[in-house]
């Protein structure tokens, strides 16, 4: 399936003085209310393992916010995912360090970012959300929180991700790469058959990176953005250029104004493009995957790598390529 076609403004204008005559006096949202396709589960790369652990929640009338969690812990489990959880490529000092977001439709959040030992990290973002007054943590204290609520600490070094940071000490080359065809961080969007729109994020980051550095991931607003009134955004490749524009939060905004999730995107990789240069965007791997509180789905990228797997009622698991500026 081909993303949904992009509404002009005006037809937006339309669809909105419309929608206004349909739309319940009780809504407070300025947001057109069509015919909603749902549940619907959505994730960056090719995740259909995800999707079926997120569906099975949806499929059962759950939370999506239940239905993102145990999705993100699907590859934060798998030792063969190199981007994710346990199996996750080390920092350049060895390290395997973690970051991941989650948020709900009230606009809940939880973060941590910079975890070692423990594979997943998703539920202690959530946990965060959920039992602490706060919205992130990091680091030590995010490993002391993660303990403090019975999480098992853990060696996430697997012996092939060792042997691959042996290889790079080699050369010590200092580029932590993004190479296109081995990265994917999972991105989960989910719309449950209540109207409830949620979001996960969890890496392991860039491969080789400095010890330290954290990326989009766990940022609300760069890496993930829900609101349950309009939309919700994810994101992955290079965190850097995410959090320069605030992208998963920009692209949420541009929907509230009446782009489709697909022109959204789209204006989101322009802008990052715009100001990077075509020259150097080029060389940067970004993508944006978004869905409205209406079951439309968007998905643009930089580069012609991104693909993201979409599950409805009528299409269980279906990776699709996304459409790319370049
Ligand atoms: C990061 N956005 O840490 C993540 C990396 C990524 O697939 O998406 N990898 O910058």
Redesign the pocket.
Known sequence: MKPSATTSRREFLKLSALSATVLSVNSVSAFPLTKTNKPIVVSTWRNPDANAAAWKVVAANGRALDAVEQGARVPEANPKDT?VGYGGLPDRDGCVTL?ACIMDEKSNCGAVAFVQGYKHPISIARAVMEKTPHVMLVGKGAEQFAASQGFKKENLLTRESEKAWKEWLKKSEYKPY?NPGQ???IGILALDANGKLCGACT?S??AFKMHGRV???PIIGA?LYVDGEVGAAT??????E?IRIAGSNSIVELMRQGLTPQAACEEAIKRLIRKRGEEKAKELSVAFLALSVNGEVGAYSTNDVFEYTLTTPDQMHSVIRSESYF
């Open positions: 981007s970051d993004h990265h994917d961080t890496t980051g860039m990326g989009d991931s890496g994101a992955t490749g290079v965190g850097e995410m």
